[in-house]
């Protein structure tokens, strides 16, 4: 069960009372106490309700700054549905402040013009990396400083103006061309003195946070810094050639060093004490890599590292090595650490030069890790050894180490239960993720596991999958190759029955004829430009079947329909039972498993029906009609409320295996593209690649592996909610629904527009009722039971209801504004609704709640333990916010 998070004030408050000994084990030459806000010179209102790249408070913000006196601050203030600023580079001048409030926050603008430096290379990638102002600088102050509870944002996941990749994509791409990214960092102090970051969050820095050069008195105290661990050159906060610095009850989440003391020839970084932080994601509490300035007297005391790569590190090298001395960690905490002791001299093994790094009196005193890692202690050769003692220091069994070069006094030790319970006590989570605002990012190592090659490699049984490795894309059909057609469809053509058609269902029947004789040669249906109204049902008998038009653009050829679920089998008859009276008999099959029902409902309202293995399609538009003459949102608008059957199924694929899809257009609303697998618990791949999706509400679902390429996917704002997807993934099936390089858009619709959409809710497939909220009934429960069920009061919940998880990762995409940019992942319905469910973001929220429901995982459903580690429901890598 997730513990319960305490008010970060509470918590904060708590940490105080130890503060007033803060002095007593410092480096910190400084008396430093809790930092006090100082008086406001004048007070600005937000005009934005959010970071709109329309807005521009630069010039209100800097003329406020030049006209506070020193010793005051500007504060940053909120209106009613009003709480942000945008702005370009801002200059703290000599004793001025920001104070932001709880509520506020201060928007990084995504112009790269405004940062540049002259030579027009902000934003671009070059050889050299300086073509940036940062967002915020203080150059020479004294006294200046940033306080309040509010936030600054430097908006490097959001796509840069000009650009169609994000600040962090940015670096990305640099990394992969070894060069240098050319992007602003936030926080920049040089040459300054006393200078104090108070209880600010900072979030999304572009390139690192906080950067001090050259700093005499530097104060950051309950500072929260978060930035995904994606996220390239996003150190959390580095004093470079700096003295006497305190960092102290923080918590530090990011991308890359969450702390880093560095100096280089300009001179030295002494006297800094890191005292009572938590870090997360991120590089660890690192020293280096530049150090030819020399560091010396640094206290590292109670510090709690969780999830980071190192823990406590100095790296160094002969290109820029210098003296590392008087280095204290004392009371440090660390948990799945994969280097919890990193200390080497070769961070470059490529370096050249003579500056060899020398490391002495580095001491680490009841030093703990609770989980298996590596121990380096590496000095540079014989006479140039490290000197280090260790004294209770003690990592989990299972661990390696390497020593070499290096003097040590004591031991590393496996870690006793009563160093475990200590570490558990102090580890806690981030703050802010109380809320479960947070979007799940995948460490680098992780998304290599969602490459199209490797998502679509698994067919077969959920958790016993075979390898069967497919490349969509070096298949004819993706590389744009001509066909000579079997049968052509020419609605205004001449038609022979063997390979000249007018209706696509024609050439299908006949297709299907020819496959009983030829089994396994694929065929070639070549549809003309124009509009098929006609239903299209391809049973799996056929020969593996391609489909493609020849216009100048998917548009060209369309087949559209108009049923939707509450169409009853008579209507169904009526409409369409003509063009299946001579259909094959596995497509009459197909036809009579509808016609006779009550209600035809969501399955069986498809305009193409695909049960083929092998099935491609190019070229070609797939339409559901329903409602496109008058828009959705009727639906939810008297007497239409919870009467409205609006699903309507432009494709469904149905238990279809390697189904390709190249420039297609699925056109719908609720319910556009259904993607089945042949039963529960199994697998079936299908492949999108630059293809166009459109509808309102969960119009991306089902439970078989779908990969979504180069695409674009369209919501349609008309009614006042919208999900992207609804997957109903098995919880054994390795992938659900990937999407990469695709483009999340809207269509400016006033509900688009509001920035409230999903890009997914987990399907909670046939459940009846909820067991994980209470409902307003009286005596309401739902448990776990052989069916799904309920007759109010009481109801089951069955396992294939619990175990339908949906997974859905998106990489290296473009995400519009319509999606709600702190939630994309929604509930299943709302909570104290009968089938609620909250989001799963991995097997252990899965497994937390089936217990805190009174399910037993084990005794009830047999499972054996815990998945470790957390198997991935729902992800993000590399993707940019518009």
């Known amino acids: 069960m997730k513990r319960a998070l305490p008010d970060l004030a509470q918590m904060a408050g708590l940490l105080y009372a130890s503060a007033l000994a803060i002095t007593a084990q410092a480096q910190d030459s400084r008396k430093v106490q809790e930092p006090i806000a100082p008086p406001t010179c004048s007070t600005l209102v937000a005009t934005a309700a959010a970071s709109t790249s329309a807005s521009d408070d630069t010039a209100r913000l800097q003329q406020a700054i030049d006209h506070c006196a020193a010793g005051q601050a500007v504060r940053l203030s909120a ?10 580079p801002l200059t703290l001048r000599s ?89 602003p960092r936030l926080i920049e102090v040089t040459g300054s003195r006393n200078f104090t970051l108070h209880r600010i969050a900072l979030r999304n820095s572009p390139n690192f946070h906080v950067t001090l050069n050259g700093v005499d008195g530097f104060t950051a105290w309950s500072v929260r810094i978060d930035t995904p661990a994606t996220a390239r050159n996003t150190d959390g906060i580095d004093p470079i050639s700096s003295r006497n610095i ?46 030819n300035g020399g560091v010396r007297r640094v206290l590292v005391q109670d510090l709690t590292l969780d999830g980071t790569t190192s823990g406590l590190r100095i790296k160094s090298d002969i290109s820029r090595g210098g003296i590392v001395e008087q280095v204290q960690y004392r009371d440090v905490c660390q948990r799945t650490v ?6 080497s001299t070769r961070y470059n093994p490529r370096a050249s030069g003579k500056l060899i790094p020398l490391y002495r009196d580095i001491t680490l005193e009841n030093v703990h890790s609770v989980t298996p890692g590596r121990v380096v202690i590496a000095g540079y050769d014989a006479a140039h050894p490290l000197q280090v003692k260790l004294d209770q220091v003690s990592i989990a069994a299972g661990s390696a ?40 990012q995948l460490s680098l190592e992780q998304a290599k596991q969602y490459s199209y090659s490797e998502v679509l490699k698994y067919v077969g049984l959920a958790g016993k999958e075979r390898i069967d490795p497919w490349d969509p894309l070096n298949d004819p059909l993706a590389r744009g190759a001509s066909f000579t057609p079997d049968y052509i469809v020419d609605q205004n053509g001449s038609a022979d029955g063997v390979r000249q058609f007018r209706t696509v269902q024609q050439a299908v029947n006949r297709a299907i004829s020819d496959s009983k004789r030829d089994p396994a040669r694929r065929r070639y249906l070549l549809i003309k430009p124009g509009v098929y109204h ?49 259909a094959a008999p596995e497509v009459q099959a197909m036809f009579a498993n509808i016609k006779d029902r009550p209600q035809i409902g969501t399955m069986a309202t498809a305009t193409v029906w695909v049960q083929n293995n092998g099935f491609q399609a190019r070229n070609l538009t797939f339409e559901n009609g329903y409602n496109k003459d008058i828009g959705n949102a009727r639906a939810e608008e008297l007497p239409n409320v919870n009467n409205v059957h609006h699903q309507a199924l432009a494709l469904q694929v149905d238990g279809a295996d ?155 995409s473009r995400i519009g504004s319509h999606i709600n940019r702190l939630a994309p992942w929604s509930d299943w319905n709302k909570k104290g609704g009968l089938s609620y469910r909250p989001a799963q973001y991995n097997s252990d929220d899965h497994w937390n709640y089936l217990q805190q429901a009174g399910i037993d995982p084990v005794r009830d459903l047999g499972y054996s333990s815990r998945p470790a580690p957390a198997m991935i429901f729902l992800g993000e890598f590399n993707n940019s916010d518009e």
């Open 401 to 440: 180490s390497t020593i070499e070069f290096a003097s040590v006094s004591g031991t590393v030790d496996g870690a006793d239960a009563a160093a475990r319970s200590n570490c558990e006590q102090r580890l806690q989570p981030y703050p802010e993720m109380v809320a479960r605002a947070s979007r799940p």
């Open 246 to 291: 305190t960092i102290a009850h923080s918590f530090i989440r990011t991308g890359d060093d969450n702390i880093a003391i560095k100096a280089n020839s300009s001179g030295p970084s002494e006297n800094i004490s890191i005292l009572h932080n938590h870090f997360y994601s991120g590089h660890g509490m690192s020293i280096g890599s530049e150090t």
């Open 338 to 343: 994969k280097t919890p002791i990193d200390i």
């Open 534 to 582: 006609e239903l299209v049902y391809v049973p799996a008998v056929t020969a593996p079947l391609t489909m493609y038009g020849e216009g100048k653009d998917a548009s060209a050829t369309r087949i559209t329909a108009k049923l939707d679920a509450s169409n009853s089998g008579a209507e169904y008859s009526a409409r369409h039972g003509a063009q299946f009276s001579d």
């Open 658 to 812: 390697q189904a390709q899809f190249e420039n297609i257009r699925l056109l719908g609303f609720q319910d556009t593209l259904y993607l089945k697998s042949p039963q529960i618990g199994s697998t079936s791949r299908s492949f999108f690649n630059k293809s166009y999706i459109e509808g309102d509400v969960d119009f991306i679902f089902g439970d078989s592996t779908a990969y979504f390429y180069q695409s674009e996917i369209r919501t349609l704002g008309d009614r006042g909610t919208s999900y992207v997807a609804a997957p109903d993934t098995h919880l054994n099936t390795r992938y659900g629904f990937v999407f990469d390089q695709c483009h999340f858009t809207h269509d400016n619709s006033a509900n688009a527009r509001a920035g409230k959409f999903s890009l997914l809710r987990q399907w909670f497939h046939s459940a009846r009722c909820s067991p994980y909220a209470p409902v307003a009934v009286d005596g309401y429960v739902c448990s776990y039971g052989a069916s799904n069920g309920y007759q109010a009061p009481k109801g089951t919940v069955a396992r294939t209801s619990l175990e339908a998880v949906g997974k859905m990762v998106v990489l290296n």
């Open 79 to 88: 209106a009613a549905g009003q709480s942000g600023f945008v702005a370009g």
């Open 95 to 183: 004793g001025v402040s920001l104070l932001i409030d709880q509520g506020v926050t201060l928007y990084a603008s995504r112009n790269p013009k405004l940062y540049d430096r002259g030579a027009r290379t902000c934003g671009t990638i070059t050889d050299a990396s300086k073509g940036c102002k940062p967002f915020i600088s203080a150059q020479n102050t004294d006294g200046s400083g940033i306080y309040g509870d509010g936030i600054i944002d430097g908006q490097g996941g959001r796509v840069v103006e000009g650009l169609s990749v994000s600040w962090w994509q940015l670096a990305r791409r640099a990394q992969k061309e070894d060069a240098h990214q050319n992007v």
